[in-house]
Protein backbone atom coordinates (compact mmCIF):
# COMPACT_ATOMS: atom_id res chain seq x y z
CA UNK A 1 0.00 0.00 0.00
CA UNK A 2 1.24 3.39 -0.17
CA UNK A 3 2.23 5.38 2.58
CA UNK A 4 0.77 8.07 4.86
CA UNK A 5 2.68 10.88 2.64
CA UNK A 6 1.75 10.15 -0.89
CA UNK A 7 -2.03 9.27 0.31
CA UNK A 8 -1.99 13.00 1.66
CA UNK A 9 -0.53 14.14 -1.72
CA UNK A 10 -3.52 12.38 -3.65
CA UNK A 11 -5.88 14.39 -0.73
CA UNK A 12 -4.12 17.50 -1.80
CA UNK A 13 -3.93 17.27 -5.69
CA UNK A 14 -7.90 16.19 -5.65
CA UNK A 15 -8.44 19.70 -3.46
CA UNK A 16 -6.59 21.56 -5.42
CA UNK A 17 -8.04 20.19 -8.88
CA UNK A 18 -11.15 20.37 -7.43
CA UNK A 19 -11.02 24.15 -6.04
CA UNK A 20 -9.91 25.03 -9.68
CA UNK A 21 -12.37 23.67 -11.46
CA UNK A 22 -15.48 24.85 -9.32
CA UNK A 23 -14.15 28.28 -8.53
CA UNK A 24 -11.92 29.25 -11.62
CA UNK A 25 -11.22 33.02 -10.85
CA UNK A 26 -13.64 33.76 -8.74
CA UNK A 27 -17.09 32.99 -7.18
CA UNK A 28 -18.78 35.80 -9.05
CA UNK A 29 -22.02 35.10 -7.07
CA UNK A 30 -20.48 35.73 -3.89
CA UNK A 31 -18.12 38.48 -4.91
CA UNK A 32 -21.84 40.06 -6.18
CA UNK A 33 -23.94 40.29 -3.60
CA UNK A 34 -21.47 39.20 -0.37
CA UNK A 35 -19.29 41.88 1.22
CA UNK A 36 -15.79 40.73 1.49
CA UNK A 37 -15.66 41.46 5.38
CA UNK A 38 -18.91 39.96 6.15
CA UNK A 39 -18.84 36.43 8.97
CA UNK A 40 -20.87 33.53 8.53
CA UNK A 41 -21.84 30.45 10.40
CA UNK A 42 -22.87 27.42 8.54
CA UNK A 43 -24.26 23.77 9.73
CA UNK A 44 -23.39 20.79 7.95
CA UNK A 45 -27.41 19.03 8.42
CA UNK A 46 -28.04 15.52 7.95
CA UNK A 47 -30.77 14.60 5.60
CA UNK A 48 -30.68 11.22 5.34
CA UNK A 49 -29.62 7.85 7.20
CA UNK A 50 -25.80 6.28 7.70
CA UNK A 51 -22.48 6.09 8.21
CA UNK A 52 -21.07 9.93 8.22
CA UNK A 53 -17.52 9.70 6.78
CA UNK A 54 -15.31 12.75 5.29
CA UNK A 55 -15.46 14.59 7.92
CA UNK A 56 -11.79 15.60 8.34
CA UNK A 57 -11.29 16.35 4.38
CA UNK A 58 -13.86 19.15 4.51
CA UNK A 59 -11.79 20.67 7.41
CA UNK A 60 -8.79 20.13 5.10
CA UNK A 61 -10.86 21.83 2.19
CA UNK A 62 -11.78 24.81 4.45
CA UNK A 63 -8.05 24.90 5.32
CA UNK A 64 -6.81 25.44 1.71
CA UNK A 65 -9.81 27.84 0.86
CA UNK A 66 -9.55 29.93 4.08
CA UNK A 67 -6.90 29.41 7.49
CA UNK A 68 -9.61 31.69 9.20
CA UNK A 69 -12.63 29.46 9.05
CA UNK A 70 -12.74 27.83 12.23
CA UNK A 71 -14.69 24.11 12.35
CA UNK A 72 -16.89 22.69 15.93
CA UNK A 73 -17.01 19.09 14.97
CA UNK A 74 -20.42 17.15 16.75
CA UNK A 75 -20.08 14.29 15.16
CA UNK A 76 -17.16 12.02 14.14
CA UNK A 77 -16.24 9.99 10.33
CA UNK A 78 -17.48 6.62 11.03
CA UNK A 79 -20.65 7.25 13.51
CA UNK A 80 -24.31 6.24 12.55
CA UNK A 81 -26.05 9.25 11.78
CA UNK A 82 -29.64 10.08 10.68
CA UNK A 83 -31.85 12.70 9.61
CA UNK A 84 -31.62 16.24 11.42
CA UNK A 85 -28.25 15.59 12.76
CA UNK A 86 -25.92 18.39 12.69
CA UNK A 87 -22.53 16.98 11.83
CA UNK A 88 -20.31 20.42 12.48
CA UNK A 89 -20.70 24.37 12.38
CA UNK A 90 -18.22 26.15 10.38
CA UNK A 91 -18.13 29.70 11.01
CA UNK A 92 -15.40 32.57 8.93
CA UNK A 93 -16.05 35.08 6.21
CA UNK A 94 -19.15 33.89 4.57
CA UNK A 95 -17.71 34.43 0.43
CA UNK A 96 -15.17 31.25 2.02
CA UNK A 97 -17.83 29.38 3.52
CA UNK A 98 -19.57 29.52 0.01
CA UNK A 99 -16.60 28.97 -1.69
CA UNK A 100 -15.52 25.47 -0.16
CA UNK A 101 -19.41 24.33 0.18
CA UNK A 102 -20.02 22.43 -2.97
CA UNK A 103 -16.87 20.47 -2.99
CA UNK A 104 -17.42 19.61 0.85
CA UNK A 105 -20.95 18.25 0.48
CA UNK A 106 -20.14 16.53 -3.02
CA UNK A 107 -17.17 14.67 -1.21
CA UNK A 108 -19.02 13.88 1.91
CA UNK A 109 -21.97 12.92 0.50
CA UNK A 110 -20.19 10.17 -1.58
CA UNK A 111 -17.96 9.10 0.75
CA UNK A 112 -20.88 9.11 3.34
CA UNK A 113 -22.25 6.61 0.82
CA UNK A 114 -19.79 4.31 0.08
CA UNK A 115 -18.95 3.95 3.81
CA UNK A 116 -22.47 2.94 4.44
CA UNK A 117 -22.33 0.40 2.17
CA UNK A 118 -19.36 -0.94 3.42
CA UNK A 119 -20.45 -1.05 6.80
CA UNK A 120 -23.09 -3.24 5.88
CA UNK A 121 -20.77 -5.45 3.94
CA UNK A 122 -18.44 -5.48 7.34
CA UNK A 123 -21.82 -6.11 9.64
CA UNK A 124 -22.50 -9.07 7.36
CA UNK A 125 -19.02 -10.49 7.76
CA UNK A 126 -19.17 -10.12 11.77
CA UNK A 127 -17.86 -13.88 13.17
CA UNK A 128 -16.49 -15.15 9.99
CA UNK A 129 -12.51 -13.79 10.54
CA UNK A 130 -13.50 -13.16 6.83
CA UNK A 131 -12.61 -9.20 5.65
CA UNK A 132 -14.26 -6.85 2.93
CA UNK A 133 -11.76 -5.22 0.73
CA UNK A 134 -12.31 -2.55 -1.96
CA UNK A 135 -11.20 -2.36 -5.64
CA UNK A 136 -9.66 -0.34 -8.31
CA UNK A 137 -13.22 0.50 -9.85
CA UNK A 138 -13.19 3.82 -8.28
CA UNK A 139 -14.16 7.44 -9.85
CA UNK A 140 -11.69 8.58 -11.97
CA UNK A 141 -9.32 11.30 -10.08
CA UNK A 142 -10.90 10.79 -6.13
CA UNK A 143 -9.81 7.25 -5.73
CA UNK A 144 -8.36 8.19 -2.73
CA UNK A 145 -11.13 9.73 -1.33
CA UNK A 146 -13.34 6.78 -1.78
CA UNK A 147 -10.41 4.03 -0.76
CA UNK A 148 -10.59 6.55 2.69
CA UNK A 149 -14.68 5.86 2.95
CA UNK A 150 -13.95 2.37 2.82
CA UNK A 151 -12.08 2.40 5.74
CA UNK A 152 -14.09 4.41 7.77
CA UNK A 153 -16.93 2.62 6.89
CA UNK A 154 -14.59 -0.58 8.58
CA UNK A 155 -13.73 -2.06 5.45
CA UNK A 156 -9.88 -2.52 4.12
CA UNK A 157 -8.07 -1.08 1.30
CA UNK A 158 -6.90 -3.67 -1.72
CA UNK A 159 -3.54 -2.22 -3.28
CA UNK A 160 -4.31 1.24 -4.37
CA UNK A 161 -2.58 1.79 -7.82
CA UNK A 162 -0.99 -0.53 -10.73
CA UNK A 163 2.02 0.67 -8.69
CA UNK A 164 1.89 -0.43 -5.26
CA UNK A 165 1.20 -4.52 -5.83
CA UNK A 166 1.72 -7.26 -8.62
CA UNK A 167 -1.70 -8.11 -9.75
CA UNK A 168 -1.84 -11.18 -12.30
CA UNK A 169 -5.41 -11.47 -13.72
CA UNK A 170 -6.56 -13.44 -16.81
CA UNK A 171 -5.29 -11.44 -19.14
CA UNK A 172 -1.70 -11.05 -18.06
CA UNK A 173 -1.10 -14.99 -17.44
CA UNK A 174 -2.62 -15.32 -20.95
CA UNK A 175 -0.64 -12.73 -22.68
CA UNK A 176 2.80 -14.32 -20.89
CA UNK A 177 1.97 -17.61 -22.07
CA UNK A 178 0.67 -19.04 -19.04
CA UNK A 179 0.73 -18.97 -15.16
CA UNK A 180 4.46 -20.40 -14.26
CA UNK A 181 5.27 -17.90 -17.11
CA UNK A 182 3.70 -14.75 -15.85
CA UNK A 183 4.78 -15.73 -12.38
CA UNK A 184 8.85 -16.27 -13.07
CA UNK A 185 9.18 -13.19 -15.12
CA UNK A 186 6.93 -11.30 -12.14
CA UNK A 187 9.62 -12.31 -9.67
CA UNK A 188 12.24 -11.65 -12.26
CA UNK A 189 11.48 -8.37 -13.13
CA UNK A 190 10.94 -7.49 -9.32
CA UNK A 191 14.42 -8.85 -8.59
CA UNK A 192 16.12 -7.14 -11.60
CA UNK A 193 13.89 -3.57 -10.51
CA UNK A 194 15.28 -4.16 -6.95
CA UNK A 195 10.88 -3.65 -5.89
CA UNK A 196 9.67 -5.09 -2.87
CA UNK A 197 6.01 -5.78 -4.34
CA UNK A 198 3.52 -8.26 -3.00
CA UNK A 199 2.10 -10.54 -5.84
CA UNK A 200 -1.27 -11.78 -6.16
CA UNK A 201 -2.80 -14.44 -8.67
CA UNK A 202 -6.12 -14.72 -9.98
CA UNK A 203 -7.27 -18.21 -10.41
CA UNK A 204 -10.17 -19.42 -12.54
CA UNK A 205 -10.44 -23.07 -11.64
CA UNK A 206 -8.62 -25.70 -9.54
CA UNK A 207 -5.92 -26.65 -11.56
CA UNK A 208 -4.95 -22.79 -12.52
CA UNK A 209 -4.76 -22.70 -8.29
CA UNK A 210 -2.30 -26.13 -8.11
CA UNK A 211 0.02 -24.16 -10.90
CA UNK A 212 0.14 -20.79 -8.79
CA UNK A 213 1.37 -23.19 -5.81
CA UNK A 214 3.78 -25.11 -8.15
CA UNK A 215 5.35 -21.97 -8.80
CA UNK A 216 5.41 -20.45 -5.32
CA UNK A 217 6.21 -16.65 -3.99
CA UNK A 218 3.05 -15.43 -3.87
CA UNK A 219 1.14 -12.99 -1.46
CA UNK A 220 -2.50 -14.27 -1.81
CA UNK A 221 -4.57 -16.29 -4.84
CA UNK A 222 -7.58 -14.50 -6.61
CA UNK A 223 -10.49 -17.07 -6.34
CA UNK A 224 -12.63 -15.49 -9.16
CA UNK A 225 -15.91 -16.34 -9.88
CA UNK A 226 -15.93 -19.79 -8.20
CA UNK A 227 -18.96 -21.73 -6.77
CA UNK A 228 -18.71 -22.23 -3.15
CA UNK A 229 -18.37 -25.93 -3.25
CA UNK A 230 -15.03 -25.18 -5.31
CA UNK A 231 -14.22 -22.36 -3.06
CA UNK A 232 -14.04 -24.56 -0.13
CA UNK A 233 -11.52 -26.81 -2.30
CA UNK A 234 -9.36 -24.42 -3.33
CA UNK A 235 -9.35 -22.89 0.48
CA UNK A 236 -8.29 -26.04 1.62
CA UNK A 237 -5.70 -26.53 -1.37
CA UNK A 238 -4.16 -23.16 -0.63
CA UNK A 239 -4.11 -24.16 3.48
CA UNK A 240 -1.07 -21.49 4.75
CA UNK A 241 0.63 -21.33 2.38
CA UNK A 242 -0.42 -17.95 0.93
CA UNK A 243 -3.46 -15.82 1.68
CA UNK A 244 -7.09 -16.29 -0.18
CA UNK A 245 -9.59 -13.58 -1.80
CA UNK A 246 -12.64 -14.46 -3.54
CA UNK A 247 -14.22 -11.52 -5.99
CA UNK A 248 -16.41 -12.15 -9.11
CA UNK A 249 -20.04 -10.59 -8.77
CA UNK A 250 -20.34 -11.17 -5.03
CA UNK A 251 -23.44 -8.95 -3.21
CA UNK A 252 -25.02 -8.86 -0.24
CA UNK A 253 -26.88 -12.26 -0.92
CA UNK A 254 -23.70 -14.21 -1.66
CA UNK A 255 -21.28 -12.35 0.84
CA UNK A 256 -21.46 -14.53 3.72
CA UNK A 257 -21.99 -17.80 1.93
CA UNK A 258 -18.25 -17.11 0.29
CA UNK A 259 -16.90 -16.20 3.72
CA UNK A 260 -18.15 -18.95 5.26
CA UNK A 261 -16.03 -20.94 3.21
CA UNK A 262 -13.09 -19.83 4.87
CA UNK A 263 -11.53 -17.28 2.63
CA UNK A 264 -9.66 -14.84 4.00
CA UNK A 265 -10.48 -11.40 1.95
CA UNK A 266 -13.52 -10.38 0.30
CA UNK A 267 -13.16 -8.15 -2.67
CA UNK A 268 -15.81 -6.04 -4.51
CA UNK A 269 -16.50 -2.89 -7.10
CA UNK A 270 -19.68 -2.85 -5.41
CA UNK A 271 -18.20 -0.93 -2.35
CA UNK A 272 -17.18 2.32 -4.49
CA UNK A 273 -18.86 1.78 -7.93
CA UNK A 274 -22.65 1.30 -6.54
CA UNK A 275 -23.75 3.56 -3.87
CA UNK A 276 -26.23 6.54 -4.02
CA UNK A 277 -25.14 9.42 -2.07
CA UNK A 278 -26.33 10.20 1.37
CA UNK A 279 -28.60 13.65 1.45
CA UNK A 280 -26.72 16.24 3.11
CA UNK A 281 -26.76 20.10 2.85
CA UNK A 282 -24.90 23.20 4.53
CA UNK A 283 -27.32 25.82 5.89
CA UNK A 284 -26.22 28.92 6.98
CA UNK A 285 -27.68 29.80 10.92
Known sequence: MISKEQFQKEIDYIITNAIREDVGDGDHSSLACIPAEAK????????????????????????????????????????????????????????????????VLNAMQRMSAIATKTNSFVKLLEGTGTKILDTRKTTPGIRALEKWAVKIGGGENHR??????????????????????????????????????????????????????????????LIDNFNYEDTRKAVKLIGDICLTESSGGINEDTLRKYAECGVDYISSGALTHSVYNMDLSLKAV
Open 40 to 103: GKAKLLVKDEGIIAGIEFAKQVFEYVDTGMKVETLIEDGSPVKHGDIVFYVSGSSQSILKAERL
Open 160 to 221: FALYDMIMLKDNHIDFAGGIGKAIQKTKDYLKETNRDLKIIVEARDLDEIKQILEAGGVYRI
